[in-house]
């Protein structure tokens, strides 16, 4: 609009005073919180890698058994860590990711507010809270006392472990599916079945499936609950149902308190090692939540 | 401008009968077959009682409009000729619906079978997440046509009817999410034909849409009327005179001792008739515009 003549140009300048200053403070506040959290996250990984690359290759990824304490840091490798800790995180997640999702499935789409949902929902919540130690103890008496060390039973204090993650996750994406897509779905004659099958999760599987690989990521980073479930042994064991394990939690907490060096270098290497398998998980999680959020655009 | 209060219509007692609910006379109206036949419905949302003592009868091959200020139950009615309200919580009808002679809210009725029957379109157009393919082919494949070649042929049917298929044909693999307003409408139109349903109930189906869109989605109501029974909730009366053969007028009952508010149907009738003769003068005051 044309400014008339003579009139007094209006100021929309930002106006000087308290509100402008407040303004650059609390921005100023969250920088320096950002930067702050930045920080001991740098550190990690700097340490890590600068302590841990050197004594990474091929031979110690794969070989075994775990050499003993004593060893120099050139000797064997973490090979039965690895295979431990992909095989038995595997189990926990065959055995956690679908149950966890159709217990959401249960909560948001079937239980409704009735009281069997809310109590389930209320013990998820409460499991969620519950230290990783217990899990395993929990495990211990159940299991470990009858049929004895087994990756299995780590699979179990794992699973226990990624249950209330995977159904937390789960539920709150279930949330965010707009009920007119529901309604859309049984305005055409679908049943309630259907409406959950070929609507609802596929609308909501993006979120679903990155909340379960962070339950995954979680899960394969835990030492406590595999301590009193798999034990912790040198040799490689591929058959996860029977016989004592390993995994690379494990071996870290095994070598970090060792005094020999060498020990404590193939703790660093495991170390690495974990924050990768973790990092490539979390990549696989993008890529597989943006596969699958094709249509969501 | 609404006006919601001013549309009030305050009474101390809940009516027994609303207005005698004779849809026009027989003699210079025959409608080919009556579809639905409501005896004194009344549907109450836990304690609520949303609408009280509807009664009214739906014909076949016409566009029935519902009209009224907000909150008078319009919509509430609609959801309850194809049990879509049984998914809201609370949600119960006393009364009877009867569809082609059979009772809606029977214990033996199956929702499903009814909703297969008596499609919807909403308010907000609601595609899936899928493509422009998938949404149209989802109702036939959840009544079990699985064969490539008919799903293509009613695919394409669908979006003819629904006068979309010129716009999509190349991109029928594209998200449906991809669309314009109006033509995400009209896909989600396309989708309820596609399961060849005998009614469609369209709850404000333009609401969200501009002028333009909103002309395509009334050509094509008219186009679809030899085809299909059709019921349209709408708040814009013009719609309802370009439209509809007959006219539902609703308004709020308010129950001043008890401080309750309802809805009821206060006169339903031809669309010519309810316009120009309305016989209530709560009819003449809310379609002259002395009311909301």
Redesign the interface.
Known sequence: MAVVAGQQQVDLREAKGWRRTSNRIVTALMVTAFVVVLIPLGFVLVTTIAKGASIISWSFLTSGPIPANVAPANVGGMGPAVLGTIEITALATVLAVPLGILGAVYLNEYG??NWLAALIGFFSDVMTGVPSIIMGLFIFSIWVVHFGFSGLAGAFALGCLMLPIVIRSTYEMLRLV?N????????????KA?VTM??VL??AIGGIVSGALLAVARAAGETAPLLFTILIVTAANPNVFSGANTSLPSQIFVNASSPYTGAQDRGWGAALTLIAICFILMIVARLVTARFA???? | MDQPEQNVVTNTQLPKSQVEMTPGTPAVDTPDATVFDAQKVSCYYSSFRAVTDVSLSIYEHEITAFIGPSGCGKTTVLRTL?R?ND?V?GAHVEGDVKYRGASLYHKDVSP??V???I??V?Q?P??????IYDNIA??PR??GQHNKGKLDEIVERSLRQAALWDEVKDRLKA????LSGGQAQRL?IA??LA?EPDVVLMDEPCSALDPIATGAIEDLMRDLKAKYTIVIVTHNMQQATRVSDRTAFYSVLRNEKSDTRTGVLVEYGRTEQIFQDPRDSRTQAYVTGRMG
């Not at chain 1, 007119?180 to 679908?190: N, P």
């Not at chain 1, 094709?294 to 655009?297: F, I, L, P």
């Not at chain 2, 609601?126 to 493509?131: A, C, E, T, V, Y």
């Open positions: 409704g507010k707009p007119t897509l529901r309604e859309g779905s049984y305005a055409l004659g679908a049943s259907r070929t609507v596929p609308a094709r249509y969501s655009r | 194809n879509m998914l919580p499903i079978a909703r297969r029957r499609g919807m909403f907000k609601n595609p899936f997440p899928k493509s989802y109702g959840i009544n998200s449906g999410l991809g989600c989708r309820t399961v």
